[in-house]
Nanobody, 126 residues
């Protein structure tokens, strides 16, 4: 069982930056593939970024809409995964969720993740 707690959301002007954190409980954090998703009211959850588990090589992958602006990273010693968001745009405004699955693969669908955080609001003003 893994519990995820996000933090770091807030209000920022367009062009600014935010770093989201996702703290995970559990002894085998390094064996989990991690992902970040976002969701606007009335819309489906959208994949943002993912990072494979250590055993899978830890490759990172991104949605086209955030590639070059967002960076996902993980600190296994702190059981934490981060999402660094730069050059933010108003269309990045959403609730952002951290997700985890104990597996070696790479996952783009929210149905493939087993554990979710409560979400953190990111608002980008124009």
């Amino acid at each position: 069982q893994v519990q995820l707690v996000e933090s770091g959301g807030g209000l920022v002007q367009a062009g600014g930056s935010l770093r989201l954190s996702c703290a995970a409980s559990g002894r085998t954090f390094s064996s989990y593939a991690m992902g970040w998703f976002r969701q606007a009211p009335g819309k489906e959850r959208e994949f943002v970024a993912g990072r494979g588990s250590n055993r899978s090589g830890g490759r990172t992958y991104y949605a086209e809409s955030v590639k070059g602006r967002f960076t996902i990273s993980r600190d296994n010693a702190k059981n934490t995964v981060y999402l660094q968001m730069n050059s933010l745009k108003p269309e990045d405004t959403d609730v952002y969720y951290c997700a985890a699955v104990e597996s070696y693969g790479y996952y783009y669908s929210d149905r493939q993740y087993d554990y979710w955080g409560q979400g953190t609001q990111v608002t980008v003003s124009s």
